[in-house]
């Protein structure tokens, strides 16, 4: 599956953006499409991840309470609304997605095969 990402931009500390990961190519029927990101000069990390098959949800400890994932099946697209937005939130994030991923591995990003060019959120204090 082709990941296109957007919904990317500045925006000011507490403020909010949603992002979009958008399957081409096909739907992400049996999919687990994650959301990950990386801050300048940090590794990449885990942010968020849908199980669409039963619906588990993942989040990082960082962006519980503020970060929502979803989606949109009729649009073969997930979401990640974010909420209460930090300075440190700042990054260039990328959805993944995989299909057969267990649940313990949906915070892993070696277990995701494909992955979209990222988008990039920045957030001024």
């Known amino acids: 599956v082709w990941l296109v990402e957007s919904g990317g931009g500045l925006v000011q500390d507490g403020g909010s953006l949603r992002l979009s990961c958008a399957a081409s190519?096909?739907?992400?029927?049996?999919?687990?499409v994650g959301w990950f990101r990386r801050a300048p000069g940090k590794e990449r990390e885990f942010v968020s991840a849908?199980?669409?098959?039963?619906?588990?949800?993942r989040y990082a400890d960082s962006v519980k309470g503020r970060f929502t994932i979803s989606r949109d099946n009729a649009k073969s697209t997930v979401y990640l609304q974010m909420n209460s937005l930090k300075p440190e939130d700042t990054g260039v994030y990328y959805c993944?997605?995989?299909?057969?991923?267990?649940?313990?591995?949906?915070?892993?990003?070696?277990?995701?095969?494909?992955w979209g060019q990222g988008t990039q959120v920045t957030v001024s204090s």
């Open positions: 993944a997605a995989a299909t057969g991923m267990i649940l313990s591995s949906m915070t892993q990003d070696i277990h995701y095969k494909n």
């Open positions: 190519g096909r739907t992400f029927n049996g999919y687990t």
């Open positions: 849908l199980r669409l098959s039963g619906g588990n949800m």
